[in-house]
């Protein structure tokens, strides 16, 4: 590219870290787009982003990005040339609602390049509609800006962009950085799920007066479904919609595959008497990595009996036993669990030789941290109630010498419990 002058013309884009313009090289040239990065004396790390986009985009198959070109030489420090296609950002079409098949089609023209895209280990991170360009006549789609682009692998919050300059309508939620989840190529899925509600809306998912409540929004509220907000749609693009936009990546598609397979069938069916029957969704959605599900196999009525043991009051205490390993304690706290149970735990290990009482402890030492470190009119009832109790206070206070302070303040006559063997509790 040295020899050759470019000439740039109008900016076709503009995103966190570089603007893109059309430019014309030497004559026979395909037109070209120039990405420069944003004005910084140093050039710092907007620089470092175009070439490492450089680079990732020339080891990528065609039809995912434009087609690179070269670094643009001395002349634009850190400016990237690419070949040039004629489209439309995907931004154009969010106006007003569109009609389902026209929204269909236009997020099928994306699963390509996105699967794509996936199948090399790579998540797009940032599907901001400015940058996703689209060929309405040849249906095609490609990605004008993958400086975010990142191989996915665990780690938990927002990789390259800062969540300031992240575009909050497609924010999939552990893209936040808030929650203990890893971000990978489900969360491309989340952000093409608020682009089609958006299209098929005409307004994202999730409004809200601030930055900090759109982010709360993505994180805590369910979006309204869309068959309620679009009169007339049929319901599976609603559920479609739905199934893209849900906080658990487990629960959304895993694959822009199976998604396509799926927006496929409703165009088909769209075209035909641009109605949608019913059908099962998801039915050729495999991921593209191996994923062991969450959760326990096998545990659904022991789960059951323990959950129903927690919440019955006359139930005092239960016992679970087993080798180490075999899944006690993946099984209590599952069967805890959002049961709303107010419960004890602990674990008696044999293997380890711990003095018998000293799970018993365990179980009571969070409760009782959790009594003191609440508010008195909680705790001095229970105080009153242990401290009435000569031998039990004793115990107690051998058991948790926390509750020494708090049960001397209360009226007793107790001493040590004569019935401890040595040993007992530690
Ligand atoms: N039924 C199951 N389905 C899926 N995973 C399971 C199942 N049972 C156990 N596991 C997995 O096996 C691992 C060990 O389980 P867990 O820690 O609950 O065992 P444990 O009996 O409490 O062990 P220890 O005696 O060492 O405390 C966990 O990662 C758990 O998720
Ligand atoms: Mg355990």
């Known amino acids: 590219m040295k020899a050759t002058p470019l000439w740039l013309g109008a900016v076709r884009y503009e995103g966190p870290c570089f603007r893109l313009s059309e430019a014309r090289g030497g004559p026979g040239d395909p037109p070209l787009a120039v990405k420069l990065p944003h004005l910084d004396p140093s050039f710092g790390?907007?620089?470092?982003?175009?070439?490492?986009?450089?680079?990732?985009?020339?080891?990528?198959?065609?039809?995912?990005?434009?087609?690179?070109?070269?670094?643009?030489?001395?002349?634009?420090?850190?400016?990237t040339?690419?070949?040039?296609?004629?489209?439309?950002?995907?931004?154009?079409?969010?106006?007003?609602?569109?009609?389902?098949?026209?929204?269909?089609?236009?997020?099928?023209?994306?699963?390509?390049?996105?699967?794509?895209?996936?199948?090399q280990q790579i998540v797009l991170d940032d599907l901001r509609p400015e940058a996703l360009w689209l060929d309405r006549v040849r249906g095609t789609a490609l990605f004008l800006d993958l400086s975010a682009a990142r191989f996915a692998g665990p780690g938990r919050g927002g990789g390259k962009r800062s969540l300031e300059e992240r575009r909050l309508e497609i924010l999939a939620p552990e893209q936040s950085g808030l929650v203990a989840l890893s971000v990978d190529h489900r969360a491309d899925l989340y952000a093409l799920g608020a682009l089609f509600y958006?299209?098929?809306?005409?307004?994202?998912?999730f409004a809200a007066p601030d930055r900090t409540?759109?982010?709360?929004?993505?994180?805590t509220a369910t979006p309204e479904p869309l068959v309620a907000r679009c009169p007339g749609?049929?319901?599976?693009?609603?559920?479609?919609?739905?199934?893209?936009l849900e906080k658990n990546p487990g629960a959304r598609y895993q694959?822009?595959?199976?998604?396509?397979?799926?927006?496929?069938?409703?165009?088909?069916?769209?075209?035909?008497?641009?109605?949608?029957?019913?059908?099962?969704?998801?039915?050729?959605?495999?991921?593209?990595?191996?994923?062991?599900?969450?959760?326990?196999?096998?545990?659904?009525?022991?789960?059951?009996?323990?959950?129903?043991?927690?919440?019955?009051?006359?139930?005092?205490a239960v016992a679970v036993a087993g080798p180490s390993g075999i899944g006690k304690s993946s099984l209590v706290a599952a069967a805890l669990a959002g049961s709303g149970a107010r419960v004890a735990t602990s674990k008696l290990d044999l293997v380890a030789g711990r003095a018998p009482l000293s799970a018993l402890r365990e179980a009571l030492r969070p409760l009782v941290d959790r009594l003191l470190g609440g508010d008195p009119a909680t705790l001095n009832p229970w105080l009153a109630r242990l401290g009435a109790d000569d031998l039990?206070?004793?115990?107690?206070?051998?058991?948790?010498?926390?509750?020494?302070?708090?049960?001397?303040?209360?009226?007793?006559?107790?001493?040590?419990?004569?019935?401890?063997?040595?040993?007992a509790f530690t």
Not at 56 to 72: D, M, N, V
């Open 392 to 423: 039990l206070a004793a115990s107690l206070v051998e058991l948790l010498p926390s509750l020494s302070p708090v049960l001397a303040a209360q009226p007793r006559r107790w001493c040590c419990p004569p019935w401890r063997p040595a040993g």
């Open 198 to 205: 958006w299209m098929l809306a005409g307004r994202p998912p």
């Open 213 to 219: 409540g759109l982010v709360h929004a993505q994180l």
């Open 255 to 316: 694959s822009a595959l199976g998604l396509a397979a799926d927006l496929r069938e409703c165009l088909d069916q769209l075209q035909i008497d641009g109605e949608v029957e019913p059908f099962p969704l998801g039915q050729r959605d495999a991921s593209p990595v191996l994923r062991l599900p969450r959760g326990l196999f096998g545990r659904e009525d022991a789960i059951a009996e323990l959950r129903a043991a927690a919440l019955d009051p006359a139930v005092s």
């Open 45 to 79: 790390e907007d620089r470092e982003s175009l070439l490492d986009e450089l680079s990732l985009c020339r080891s990528l198959p065609e039809g995912i990005s434009l087609k690179p070109r070269g670094p643009a030489g001395v002349d634009l420090p850190g400016a």
């Open 81 to 119: 040339v690419w070949e040039w296609v004629e489209g439309q950002p995907l931004s154009e079409l969010l106006g007003a609602p569109m009609r389902p098949a026209s929204a269909v089609r236009a997020l099928l023209c994306f699963c390509g390049p996105l699967g794509d895209l996936h199948d």
């Open 233 to 244: 749609l049929p319901l599976a693009l609603s559920e479609i919609a739905g199934r893209l």
